[in-house]
């Protein structure tokens, strides 16, 4: 029989610096404790229970040489505020040695042998460690208990180090309403920013000299046959918030990659097919949510297009001797909000904490009246129409409805993705890679329309510009064949959900 696992659900923020001492003030209550929390991580040298999803460490609560210590693994739990956990007990006091086999008979423990099977003989050796003063404070309210502990202190790895100060709202019992309720209000009061990025997570970078946690990418998501259409929802908006949130709260900091930026486009995208073709499956969702999610999608585009220029059509262009290549800023109209301030914006700070709702249903669904795979399908089957009139037109179609014919091919394949785990994989396997097949040269055809329409702007004022722009009108011309001929083939196949 497997060890019993726990499972945590909170919400972490950071905090301004300038509400950080009213946030003191309101978290030292009468009733508040204040620990002294001392941990140390431990991973392979090339990472692989982090690649894998875990975490395991030691941590210590106490004054030096009077800890007492707990060995814990830290598995995904499938939804952005929500971790599956297994604790043993080491008492104290004295450093304790930390044993992977204290796990075993556990699922997360099953998980970590399989890991650390994978990675042979390479050994654990601790990676960073973290020392926090953790001021804590019950709060109950409407049946439920939850925990808020404010955390001030230092990950240090290698010499080096990051500070932490940050606050997290635990749910020791009752709903997840509740919790977001109250999360909602003290992020209201005291301008505090949702982050779903770990200490973990944190740790793991500056171990190997990185500032910035890994972009988080699209996962596969398994729905489960027996599921109700609003599980399934839930599941799916889970899935993609769990995308979503973390390249969120590295931006939102200020300092990040492109690919940080690339990925939240990439999960909004994933989270505008859900509301569109899923929404409806919910009660939780307000009324204005899509055409929310649709506003922060537009104002973070502006800046993702132009790293996609530089990317591709640049180098093309210098490869060709065009005399004038980048696009300046003014002309590019690149005059859009700053990424990390639009996201630290408390219109969108609620936003996430909507959507977080929404994931997390208050009541129990109904069970359904007609078959899952069947409810699932239906706006899949619908929007396969839509895109099979384009495409038997397409050369008749002009620059946006292409984009359109884009966009819903795009759609397409992330819907398909996201509930594609109801049907035998083998079909759903090949209509994804005829769709993924449709969106290369459709992509490229979008990339040159934009930038043709850029270079046409810049050459009223720099005719070195009409170079690029006759380039580009010619690669527009030359990518209609083979967007002709991808769309031919997507056209002569069913959806797997016909078979």
């Known amino acids: 029989m497997l060890a019993k696992m726990s499972y945590e659900i909170e919400l972490k923020f950071q905090i301004p610096t300038n509400r950080l001492p009213s946030l003191r003030r309101a978290v030292m209550t009468a009733t508040a404790r204040v620990e002294n929390l001392s941990a140390v991580y431990v991973d392979t040298q090339h990472e692989h229970l982090v690649n894998a999803g875990l975490s395991m460490r030691l941590r210590g609560t106490g004054p030096a040489g009077q800890q007492v210590w707990v060995q814990t693994l830290k598995a995904e739990g499938g939804s952005a505020i929500k971790r599956f956990e297994h604790n043993v007990a080491l008492g104290g006091p004295g450093h304790p040695v930390l044993d992977p086999r204290r796990h075993d008979g556990s699922e997360a423990g099953a998980v970590l042998e399989k890991t650390l099977a994978a990675a042979g003989d390479a050994v654990l050796l601790e ?3 973290i020392g926090v003063k953790r001021t804590i404070r019950l709060l109950r309210k409407d049946g439920s208990l939850i925990e808020i502990a404010l955390d001030e202190g230092e990950i240090t790895a290698g010499g080096e180090s990051l500070r932490v100060c940050e ?31 770990s200490k973990s997570d944190r740790g793991y970078r500056l171990a190997i000299g990185k500032t910035t946690v890994r972009t988080a990418k699209a996962r596969p998501l398994h729905l489960p046959p027996q599921s109700t259409p609003q599980q399934s929802f839930a599941a799916m908006l889970n899935n993609v918030l769990s995308q ?71 180098p093309a262009l210098k490869a060709a001797n065009a005399p004038l ?6 002309v590019s109209n690149l005059t859009q909000p700053n990424v990390p301030t639009l996201l630290r914006a408390p219109a969108t700070q609620s936003l996430w904490l909507a959507l977080l709702r929404a994931a997390h249903p208050q009541d129990e669904p109904q ?53 594609g785990s109801l049907w035998p994989q083998k079909p759903v396997q090949k209509f994804l890679r005829r769709l993924q097949k449709a969106q290369t040269p459709l992509g490229q055809l979008n990339d040159a329309v934009v930038a043709l329409d850029l270079y046409r702007n810049l050459a009223r004022q720099d005719p070195r510009a009409w170079f690029a722009a006759g380039w580009l009108a010619a690669r527009k011309e030359a990518l209609l064949a083979p967007c002709n001929k991808v769309l031919a083939g997507l056209a002569a196949r069913r959806g797997f959900w016909r078979r």
């Open 127 to 129: 990676r960073f460690s």
């Open 367 to 419: 069970a359904p009246s007609n078959s899952l795979r069947e409810v699932l399908a239906t706006p899949l089957r619908k929007l396969e129409k839509k895109i099979r009139r384009a495409d038997a037109r397409f050369a008749t179609l002009g620059d946006e409805e292409r984009h359109q014919l884009r966009k819903r091919i795009k759609r397409l394949r992330y819907a398909a993705e996201l509930v």
């Open 244 to 314: 979503i949130l973390p390249n969120a709260g590295q931006i939102q900091e200020g300092q990040f990659e492109p690919e940080h930026l690339h990925q939240l486009r990439v999960g909004l995208r994933r989270l505008r097919t859900i509301l569109r073709l899923y929404g409806s499956l919910s009660q939780q969702l307000p009324e204005l949510i899509e055409a929310e999610v649709a506003e922060l999608f537009r104002k973070s585009g502006a800046a993702r297009d132009l790293d996609a220029m530089a990317e591709t059509l640049w």
């Open 167 to 197: 606050i997290e709202f635990e749910l020791v019992q009752g709903s997840p309403a509740t919790l977001l309720e109250v999360a909602q209000r003290w992020m209201e009061r005291f301008g505090l920013l949702l982050d779903a990025r």
């Open 325 to 330: 290549v980048e696009i300046p800023p003014p």
